[in-house]
């Protein structure tokens, strides 16, 4: 499904949810003032869990949908998105969901700019996107999502910058910094940090199933302004035999 179709489901869903929200805190406003008054705390508690998604069948499924669906279309989020659905069947508020849909439209608009961007070769500009949405999952706590965005951004500028092309979805990071490291090419400290903070950290979350800190991602981001800043206006020179290394290791 292109982002597109799946911008427009969302937007039906964030609707129904936010009508049903207020619907339901208007009724539980007018139902907490009379039990107050009988002191009627079972009924209260009864009234709270009404807010919950999982009390209201239909939208609690179609949440469920979008959630599989968000993973599939912003891979780089999945974490947000599994955590999201689990949630839905034990305490998801109204609020809650809502809350997660507007996070999901937010990234979805960045994403979108990015896809224009690499599509007219401003692939550079598109690196700038991922550390955007880095910067708004870690707004969110979600710091898996947050190193994910800042490998795909570093893989991003390779591409920019080492003029390979986007067509190869996936480019071993690792190897092809080892490469620039080893022969002293420009920017190779920032690139080392790069690995250090971004590369391993990113590895560690999909093969080992690391947790990562916000002082990872505070560490990732850093590091990720750093070489943009020191990237955007420059070119790297390559010698005709690495340019041949990294493309063998590609």
């Known amino acids: 499904m292109d982002l597109e179709k799946f911008e427009k489901m969302l937007h039906l869903v964030k609707k129904d949810l936010e009508s049903e929200h ?4 208007d009724y539980n406003t007018q139902l907490r003032k009379r039990k107050e008054n009988i002191f009627d ?3 209260l508690k009864i009234s709270a869990k009404t807010m919950l998604i999982r009390f209201i069948p239909e939208l609690e499924v179609r949440m469920k ?4 669906l968000a993973t599939k279309n912003l891979p780089d989020h999945q974490e947000l998105f599994t955590i999201t659905h689990t949630k839905i069947g034990l305490g998801l508020s109204l609020g809650e969901a809502i809350s997660v849909l507007q996070h999901i439209l937010e990234i979805i608009q960045i994403e979108k700019s990015s896809e224009t961007k690499i599509k007219e070769r401003r692939i550079f500009e598109s690196a700038e996107d991922k550390l955007e949405q880095a910067n ?3 707004q969110k706590e979600d710091y898996p ?4 965005n800042l490998g795909t951004a570093l893989e991003l500028i390779l591409k920019d910058k080492l003029e390979i092309p ?3 979805t996936k480019i071993n990071t690792s190897r092809i910094i080892d490469i620039l490291v080893k022969h002293e090419v420009q920017t190779h400290p920032y690139l080392t940090e790069a690995k250090k903070h971004i590369v391993r950290i990113d590895n560690k979350i999909k093969h080992q199933g690391y947790s990562p800190s916000k002082i990872d991602c505070i560490n990732g981001i850093k590091v990720m302004e750093e070489l943009i800043a020191k990237l955007r206006d420059k070119e790297i020179k390559l010698s005709e035999e690495i340019r041949n290394k990294i493309y063998e290791g590609l």
């Open 41 to 43: 705390h079972e009924a």
């Open 136 to 138: 708004l999952s870690f």
């Open 145 to 148: 999502s947050t190193l994910h």
């Open 22 to 25: 207020g619907e339901r805190r």
């Open 65 to 68: 949908n979008l959630m599989v």
């Open 166 to 168: 986007t067509t190869i």
